[in-house]
Nanobody, 122 residues
Framework: EVQLAESGGGLVQAGGSLRLSCEAS????????IGWFRQAPGKERERVACIGSFRNNTSYVDSVKGRFTISSDNAKNTVFLQMNNLKPEDTAVYYCAAQSWAVCPLRSVRWWGQGTQVTVSA
């Protein structure tokens, strides 16, 4: 069974940086995609970034383009989300998500992580 374990969340001031990690056990990255979603209080969950089996298959929501970078270490089955120049509106629970036989952006998700809280203070 695929399991996704996020880490790296925390509290940071506006303008700061955080790096989230998602370790995907038992997931075959060769034919799938892993993405990051986030959900702020009172809002719907939204796609943030995604990376597919081909390194040039990435996608970002407009609000994070130029500030967030998604990357992967296939040997460790781990996906990273480097978040720079964080803003208070980036505050949310960030979830790792995976789908087999998929490309970015993810249209459906089979596996979800537990989520990690990111809080950006003004």
């Amino acid at each position: 069974e695929v399991q996704l374990a996020e880490s790296g969340g925390g509290l940071v001031q506006a303008g700061g940086s955080l790096r989230l990690s998602c370790e995907a056990s038992e997931f075959t990255f060769d034919d799938g995609a892993i993405g990051w979603f986030r959900q702020a209080p009172g809002k719907e969950r939204e796609r943030v970034a995604c990376i597919g089996s081909f390194r040039n298959n990435t996608s970002y929501v407009d609000s994070v383009k130029g500030r967030f970078t998604i990357s992967s270490d296939n040997a460790k089955n781990t996906v990273f989300l480097q978040m720079n120049n964080l803003k208070p509106e980036d505050t949310a629970v960030y979830y790792c998500a995976a789908q087999s036989w998929a490309v970015c952006p993810l249209r459906s998700v089979r596996w979800w992580g537990q989520g990690t809280q990111v809080t950006v203070s003004a």
